[in-house]
């Protein structure tokens, strides 16, 4: 993996429980794990296509270093836009833990 390849900031983010509102009900909030440096691919044509086959509401591709903070109970956080994704699947390129690919579905903040 080139370093070059890695040019957008995210943040991982892990879900924690948060306050009450005025309703009694808690409501998730978001706390940074970490924030490294990814390539985003959006999936369009023919990739999404095969994509999906494992993925179903794949949108995105993010490579990135190994982390183990990477997990498809987590989110991404694009820092540049403000974008959300959540991870749907992460895979380990080649079983080497050096790199990684973390299959993305865009969302809407809660």
Not at 35 to 53: D, H, L, N, S, Y
Not at 84 to 104: D, G, Q
């Amino acid at each position: 993996m080139r370093a070059g390849s890695l040019i957008h900031r995210v943040e991982i983010q892990k879900s924690v429980k948060g306050a009450r509102d005025a309703h009694g009900v808690k409501k998730k909030t978001w706390s940074v794990v970490e924030t490294i440096r990814v390539g985003f691919v959006p999936m369009g044509g023919k990739e999404a296509e095969v994509a999906r086959q494992t993925t179903p509401t794949l949108t995105h591709v993010a490579n990135a270093r190994y982390t183990a903070n990477l997990s498809p109970s987590r989110r991404l956080h694009k820092l540049d836009d403000g974008r959300l994704f959540n991870i749907e699947a992460v895979l380990s390129v080649n079983e080497r833990n050096r790199e990684m690919e973390v299959h993305l579905k865009e969302t809407v903040e809660e």
